[in-house]
């Protein structure tokens, strides 16, 4: 929806079209024809707008995809030293106290 009205007023003039002044004496069926074109104009800049646009939501989501792996690794590498911390700490504990055993006897 927010597309559709970004590209609506980009796309679509917000005053009516002044009549071509070759139109002002055709008759109803060429200005049908002019009205048609304009038409197939419009749709056909909305088209290659939206493709535009739906390419930038493609590469986006790419992008969000590889930073939400990213960080789902990052946590892992997080975990993994927390854990590597955790028991390097609770191993110069140990070695603390036996140091301190040794130096008692």
């Known amino acids: 929806k927010?597309?559709?009205?970004t590209m609506a007023s980009k796309i679509i003039p917000s005053e009516p079209q002044e009549q071509l002044p070759f139109l002002e004496?055709?008759?109803?069926?060429t200005r049908m024809l002019?009205?048609?074109?304009?038409l197939f104009d419009i749709k056909e800049r909305f088209a290659t707008e939206?493709?535009?646009?739906?390419?930038r939501?493609?590469?986006?989501?790419?992008?969000e995809a590889?930073?939400?792996?990213?960080?789902?690794?990052?946590q892992a590498k997080m975990v993994?030293?927390?854990i590597f911390a955790k028991d390097n700490e609770s191993k110069q504990k140990?070695?603390?106290r036996r140091l301190a055993d040794e130096v008692k006897l």
Not at 34 to 38: D, E, G, L, Q, V
Not at 50 to 55: G, L, P, S, V
Not at 66 to 74: A, I, P, Q, S, V
């Open 2 to 5: 927010l597309f559709l009205s």
């Open 25 to 29: 004496n055709a008759c109803d069926a």
């Open 34 to 38: 002019s009205k048609r074109r304009t």
């Open 50 to 55: 939206k493709a535009k646009y739906d390419e």
């Open 57 to 63: 939501c493609k590469i986006l989501e790419e992008k």
């Open 66 to 74: 590889e930073l939400t792996k990213r960080d789902l690794e990052f």
């Open 80 to 82: 993994r030293f927390k």
């Open 94 to 96: 140990k070695l603390a």
